[in-house]
Nanobody, 116 residues
């Protein structure tokens, strides 16, 4: 089992920045990758950024150059630094820990609201 606790959401103006954190606990050695997803009202949940256990990162095109995913292994925490935020980034952001195709875990979600 893996437990994920997110923090860092909030209300910001367009062009500002936020950093989301996701602290993992439990069987963290089983985690192959961690990612941030988001879901806006009426939309499907989409993968925003992912970082593998080997450090490889990937981003959805809409956030490339603005968002940076990183991790602190000593703190078992993954971050996403979100710069130059746009109104279309408004969503509930969820942290995900991928163990296998049959096992993954989700955080509770944190709201990010960007006002224009």
């Amino acid at each position: 089992q893996v437990q994920l606790v997110e923090s860092g959401g909030g209300l910001v103006q367009a062009g500002e920045s936020l950093r989301l954190s996701c602290a993992a606990s439990g069987n963290i050695l089983s985690i192959k990758a961690m990612g941030w997803y988001r879901q806006a009202p009426g939309n499907e949940r989409e993968l925003v950024a992912v970082i593998t256990s080997g450090g490889t990162t990937n981003y959805v095109d809409s956030v490339k150059g603005r968002f940076t995913i990183s991790r602190d292994n000593a703190k078992n925490t993954v971050y996403v630094q979100m710069n130059s935020l746009k109104s279309e980034d408004t969503a509930v952001y969820y942290c995900n820990a991928y163990v296998s195709d049959f096992e993954d875990y989700w955080g509770q979600g944190t709201q990010v609201t960007v006002s224009s």
